[in-house]
């Protein structure tokens, strides 16, 4: 991790209302405040959370000390009313460094273990999730882990998102998920230049596939990725080609080459419960 702000705080709540592209859930949870990864395409700089909160996306982190407790008395709350779905997380990875450490998403997991929702997304691009593997069994059919991988080539994750782990680490984590028995999905969002084999190398790996672009994904059409300018991002390496619908019907085509249909999900669909 490179120099980081930590600031441990105690959140007020931790369940918000599943709005916009997490419709599909009744809560999203955030285990954190800021995320070091620090993606280049990482939407989120420019909602509020990040907005309004001092330092560059990516170079802070608030650490919610007293989320398992709360947790606790809102999960309590919420299921009294009905259903409760919930997507991990929104905002930030979950998984992130400090993760191996404050061990707050673990904790989570626990109290989700002992009274647990409906469902359960787990949304991250870190091989750390491997660590709660014992958990995530005891939640059995209730969860799904989500792990992004936007592209096989290490050299364009490198250019993209420096920060984040490493691709084959996160290839082999789907693959200790699967083995044990975790409910697990490839998560190709966003869509960035990969290889022809891509698809292949997937295969063994999960039954279930998301893909998405900026286009849809970035909750305004494509609006907020373009005041991030990633298309220099792609002009750099001469790859402006993929930065358009367009690479995401081609990754789509190359996944239904192995997959079957009803294993590839595009869009928003491939997040829903
Ligand atoms: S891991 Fe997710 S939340 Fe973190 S910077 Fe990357 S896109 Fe944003």
Not at 92 to 117: C, G, H, N, W
Not at 206 to 227: A, L, P, Q, W
């Amino acid at each position: 991790m490179t120099q980081s702000e930590i600031l441990y705080k105690n959140a007020k709540t931790l369940l918000n209302k599943g709005t916009g592209l997490l419709s599909g859930y009744t809560h999203s949870l955030n285990p954190y405040g800021g995320c070091v990864f620090g993606c280049s395409y990482c939407y989120v700089r420019e909602m509020p959370v990040a907005l309004f909160h001092e330092g560059e996306w990516g170079s802070w982190i608030d650490v919610k000390q007293n989320a398992a407790e709360l947790l606790r008395k809102e999960l309590r709350r919420a299921k009294a009313k009905g259903k409760v779905t919930i997507f991990m997380s929104s905002s930030t990875d979950p998984y992130q460094p400090i993760e191996y450490k404050e061990q707050i998403t673990r904790s989570l997991l626990e109290a989700m273990v002992e009274d647990p929702p409906d469902f359960l997304l787990v949304q991250t691009r870190s091989p750390l999730v491997r660590r709660d593997i014992d958990l995530l069994l005891k939640l059995g059919e209730r969860v799904r882990v989500s792990m992004t991988i936007e592209t096989d080539r290490e050299d364009i994750r490198k250019h993209f998102t420096p920060g984040a782990p490493p691709i084959a680490a996160r290839l082999e984590t789907l693959r200790l998920l699967a083995e044990a028995g975790v409910a697990a999905q490839a998560t190709i969002a966003p869509v960035l230049p990969s290889t022809e084999q891509f698809a292949e190398l997937l295969r063994p790996l999960v039954h279930r596939v998301c893909v998405d672009d900026y286009f849809m994904g970035d909750g305004s059409g494509g609006r907020r990725t373009r005041k991030l300018g990633i298309r220099s991002l792609y002009e750099e390496l001469g790859l402006e080609d993929w930065y358009s619908p367009a690479a995401n019907q081609i990754i789509y085509d190359r996944l239904l080459q192995v997959f079957s249909a009803e294993q590839v999900y595009v869009g928003q669909r491939g997040f829903e419960p």
